[in-house]
């Protein structure tokens, strides 16, 4: 197996934390109420702050907060440097990042820059105003563009991506909803405005930026325009934010094809640090439908590449639906016969809008196949709020609110997450999934629970470097509906196997060489030894492994070369 980033030295891996950290993505909003009128709020989430500590999180992402009409769970901002006063002040955002950073825990937020809230501002100004400086900030047309009926994310909901604004006397591009208006994100003022916008968050101790929409953001805009993306930006907000903070990162949302993803990430790792895998996201849900892991052993070949400070964010599920967008039409329907088969399980043509936790019929063993699989994929795991009590979602709600209810803390009114007689959110109640059966404190005290092995498995990962580190290698073994993968870095190497079907198995896979005669299982008591270095393992239906290859001796043995 090749030796990865020869190149880093020791110091700069000590460095680079989001190359192997746990990350955990929440809304405030809907995470714990301390004041009591039925909206998360940053106090809230200073109180939990000590659970997310006890289940291991290195960095937590935080959903867009900021002054906001909130029409899109507040991905439409009306004020950039305005935390929204439901959610608490500016000064009580401060106190949060203090006291996470106290407990090791960076904070990441959402750079929302592709558009802004109909409400904001500028846009107002620019509107009102032809001449005003802020027109230039958005995109405009007199005539309604030929193509204004293509290129909407929202396909079913938006109708369009040009709305005729009365004031402004013309159409106004917008790649999302109509509330949405496009920033003009090639103008050096906007451009200035979104540098401005970063330096502020920075200076109020935030860790770095998952930037929204990365694709949109770095396009050419405007009526007729071919859309050419110019990845130079990526580099200047790279730029920047290192000016600013050395330690900062760039974690982008973009749904890419991967013959594009070093321009994301830049050839000598200049413009993203991570990067959302979207192309292994999409193939790990077809392989748990369809218990074929063949198609997710390409995606991760495909994604292979990326410079040595580059790192891929790997997830399950998140805020918005599970986009399968990027499958095939006959895997994709796969998938929705699995794990969405009702329309009104499904949104925009092309994704499902449920939690984890319901698509797999809250089954445990493959709930932990699931998660186990996204601990053991090349790149930085991102969990999302709740899962670690398997949590379900509410379909009566639309589209993507289906699964952004509030957090399950207790037994108590409102699963303890509010005082208040109305959450901002219905809690999930009654049912295999409500808060009165499936909540944290009832998990704290079951050893056995969903939380208590989620806890475990952090543990273990955060002491398997390899996989954040190292290079890996696909093994064959035999079979189609299990995946077989070899980390190594620094002469130490782990073997992590997933068995996708729904039923017991038996595989070969053949290490040979030298030191590889044993393999020692990190989770459970099962060891192989094999002289020869031929491994034939014996794995229950859904079943996973995480090998350590030679001995426990790893941590005596860290050299680089
Ligand atoms: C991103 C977000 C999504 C939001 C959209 C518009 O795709 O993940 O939640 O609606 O951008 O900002």
Known sequence: MRTAYVGLDFFVIKDLWYKNAIVYCLHVGTFMDADGDGIGDFNGLENRLDYLAGLGVEAIWLMPFQKSPRRDDGYDVSDYYQVDPCYGTLGDFVELTHEAEQRGIRVLIDLVINHTSDQHPWFQEARRDPDSKYRDYYVWSKKKP??????????????TTWTYDKVARAYYFHRFYDFQPDLNTRHPAVQDEIRKIMGFWLELGVAGFRVDAVPFVIQSKGPGVKNVEHYDMLRDLREFLQWRRGDAVILAEANIVPKNDMQYFGDDGDRAHMMFNFQVNQHAFYALAAADARPLARALEKTRERPATGQWAQFLRNHDELDLGRLTKAQRERVFDAFGPDKDMQLYDRGIRRRLAPMLNGDRRRLELAYSLMFTLPGTPVIRYGDEIGMGDDLDLPERNGART?????????????????????????????????????????????????????????????????????????????LAILYGWRNNEVLCVHNFRDAAVEIEVRLGGPGRASLVNLLSDDHSDSPSGRHRIVMEPYGYRWFRVGGLGYVLDRTPF
Do not use: C, Y
Request: aromatic residues 8%; neutral net charge.
């Open 146 to 159: 030929p193509d204004a009926n293509e290129g909407m994310v929202f396909p079913g909901v938006q109708k």
């Open 406 to 482: 509030p957090m399950q803390w207790s037994h108590e009114p409102n699963g303890g997450f509010t005082r208040a007689k109305k959450p901002v959110l219905p809690v999930v109640s009654g049912g295999p999934f409500g808060f009165e059966k499936v909540n944290v404190a009832a998990q704290r005290r079951d050893p056995d629970s969903m939380l208590n092995w989620t806890e475990r498995i952090i543990r273990m990962r955060k002491e398997v470097p390899e996989i954040g580190w190292g290079d890996f290698e696909i093994l064959s073994t035999g079979r189609n509906d299990v």
